[in-house]
């Protein structure tokens, strides 16, 4: 039987409300009942084979009768006679929809929300209309969320760390656990000048809305004896905020960047030469500290296309870089290590030199295998020792 019952107005019903229908007319005014409801019931012949099952059908309609209205229509049948069966099922208002799923106490605590927040933030409406649904997940922290946002109002771009905002009853890591809510009211709130619009995202939170961020911090060895931050006589691997990484001033030609930890751990001395761990942090923090541009700059990266990507980008930032062992010689001594890259990329790189590019190309177009890659730690330590006298 494939007559509607119950369950099936009710399924009806629940789809406006799992698209926020439902709520977001609570926040709108705008009137979506009475509402017609899809109805399928009994054909003539099914009415005379099954007349049991119709009867027990309507009955089943008909309990839920106060939650909507039916409407009949006339059978007329040579054996039965005349008889009324549903024809069409309306909702006629909000209320009803809201009792026929079991959504009611819901409903009257979204309400409270709304309430709140007209009296408190009538910008933020519109969000509770557009996301009712995430609003109604959020409704036991809604109060501390309005508290954020009316303290970043009165203190647009306020050049501190979220610890030190104080909100009574709102530490910083129930800031942090919220920042893409937060984001996304605070947009509505706030004057475009008081908000960083180049940075997006959560990860972007604090400098979107000028709050002081986590500094990013820049790793890097000293390779010449000589040239020392400590006078222990020891290795010289160092992490300094890309602030004062920006303000060094030291005696160096060479700046070589890899971005394998071991090869950056066992990079051999040379003179006046730097090595700088690349992982972690976008290279335009590199390209901050100008006095980078008088050196001679390298980098090392993994023989396949995505180390070229990443030789692309870096370009972008310091455009003298010179690649280091990304090579057809260094590919082609180094065959026994080859591997598989997983997911190779297929764009064109615009900044690549005549060499890199027609490696490049070697390699998104398969000449010398599948998905070929060299991983910068496989080639031979003594190829590398060789490499750097040449330079």
Not at 65 to 81: F, I, M, P, S, T
Not at 88 to 103: K, M, P
Not at 116 to 144: C, D, F
Not at 336 to 357: F, I, M, Y
Request: glycine share 6%; with cysteine.
């Amino acid at each position: 039987m494939n007559w509607t019952t119950p369950a099936d107005l009710r399924a009806q019903v629940l789809k406006l409300w799992d698209r926020g229908v439902l709520l977001a007319s609570m926040v709108s005014g705008t009137p979506i009942f009475p509402r017609r409801l899809i109805v399928k019931g009994p054909t003539s012949a099914e009415l005379a084979q099954r007349f049991d099952d119709v009867r027990k059908w309507i009955a089943g309609l008909n309990s839920y009768e106060k939650l909507y209205r039916v409407l009949w229509r006339d059978v007329n049948h040579r054996v039965l006679g005349s008889n009324s069966v549903p024809d069409e099922v309306w909702i006629d208002t909000l209320e009803d929809a809201l009792g026929l799923i079991g959504r009611s106490r819901d409903a009257e605590r979204f309400a409270s929300i709304v309430t709140l927040t007209r009296e408190r933030h009538p910008q933020l409406i519109s969000w509770l209309e557009k996301r009712p649904l995430r609003a109604l997940e959020l409704i036991g922290e809604w109060p501390k969320l309005l508290d954020i946002i009316s303290w970043v109002q009165q203190h647009p771009s306020p050049g501190i760390y979220l610890r030190q905002v104080d909100i009574p009853g709102v530490h910083s890591k129930f800031i942090e656990g919220h920042r893409s809510v937060v984001s996304e009211l605070l947009d509505l709130v706030l004057p475009q000048d008081a908000i960083n619009d180049s940075v997006r995202g959560v990860s972007g939170f604090c400098q979107r809305y000028g709050f002081q961020d986590k500094p990013t911090r820049i790793r890097f060895r000293i390779l010449d004896p000589d040239i020392a931050f400590v006078p222990t006589g020891t290795d010289q691997d160092i992490t300094v905020t890309h602030d004062t990484f920006a303000r060094l001033a030291l005696p160096l030609e060479k700046i070589f960047i890899t971005e394998n930890e071991i090869n950056f751990l066992a990079f051999p001395p040379i003179s006046h030469s730097m090595v700088v761990f690349g992982a972690g942090y976008g290279f335009e923090m590199l390209a901050e500290a100008r006095w980078l541009q008088n050196l001679r700059l390298y980098y090392w990266g993994d023989i396949d296309t995505h180390g070229f990507a990443i030789l692309d980008q870096i370009r972008a930032q310091l455009p003298k870089i010179e690649s280091f062992l990304m090579d057809h010689e260094t590919l082609l001594a180094h065959q026994p290590q080859w591997g598989k890259e997983p997911k190779p990329g297929r764009r064109d790189l615009p900044r690549l030199n005549v060499a890199e590019s027609a490696l490049y190309d070697d390699l998104r177009q398969n000449r010398f295998g599948t998905q070929l890659r060299l991983e910068q730690e496989r080639i031979g330590f003594a190829w590398v020792e060789t490499a750097l006298k040449k330079i």
